[in-house]
């Protein structure tokens, strides 16, 4: 009930073309939906987020889309860049009782290949 | 500001030794949280602090113990290292429970041989 499966693992991608990293949750108390950002050597960074009373949130070239009946949310990244290149990481936070934790995915190693 | 620093970058530890890892954040933040991270396995909390002087279990609070005496501070502290505890790990703050954006330091990786 309180896991995030993320996937795929690792992706290989062209320069150019779009990434798409999927997360699927269980629990319907989940009321928010971030992905973050890390590259080698540094910590974990916000990088869009969405709550579950919206199909779609786009920020420049991340796009998260959210299917609430699915129970499922996915990055999409648009004209992917060697910049991106980093590990993705899908969260849902708990509700009040838990002070509001993250429950984490195991995270998804883009490539992206010039 | 600096942010979230943690200390120190990278330590070797042998079976049994004991250690404290430091957090410090100069934002004012009222949560603070200890992660680790293995991998294929995402981000694990360990214990989480939500304002000075109170700590709580996260996930996988065995073989930890932490502390929060200063609000800008979060010590973890291993008792008896042990090899499963090689990580590499990160700390996080927050600024209160309005606010859902949690900022990360640089991550301690720690070897315990």
């Known amino acids: 009930q309180q896991q995030v499966k993320q996937s795929p693992q690792s992706l290989i991608v062209q320069k150019g073309g779009i990434s798409i990293i999927n997360c699927a949750y269980e629990n319907t108390a989940f009321d928010y939906f971030p992905w973050y950002q890390q590259f080698p050597g540094k910590g974990p960074a916000l990088l869009i987020a969405i709550r579950p009373d919206v199909s779609e949130k786009k920020e420049g070239r991340f796009t998260i889309s959210f299917n609430k009946s699915a129970k499922q949310f996915s990055l999409h990244i648009m004209d992917s860049q060697p910049g991106d290149s980093a590990t993705y990481f899908c969260a849902a936070r708990k509700d009040l009782d838990s002070n509001y934790q993250l429950i984490w995915g195991a995270g998804t190693k883009l490539i992206i290949k010039p | 500001n600096a942010g979230v620093t943690q200390t120190p970058k990278f330590r070797v530890l042998k079976t049994g030794q004991s250690m404290t890892l430091l957090c410090a954040q100069d934002m004012n933040h009222e949560y603070m949280y200890w992660y680790r991270q293995d991998p294929g396995m995402g981000l694990r909390l360990i214990h989480y602090?939500?304002?000075?002087?109170?700590?709580a279990k996260g996930e996988v609070p065995d073989g930890y113990n932490v502390s929060r005496l200063k609000k800008q501070n979060f010590l973890l502290g291993l008792e008896s290292a042990a090899p499963s505890q090689t990580s590499v790990y990160f700390c996080a703050s927050r600024k209160d429970k309005t606010y859902n954006e949690q900022f990360f330091g640089p991550g301690t990786r720690l070897t315990v041989l």
């Open positions: 602090s939500v304002g000075e002087g109170t700590t």
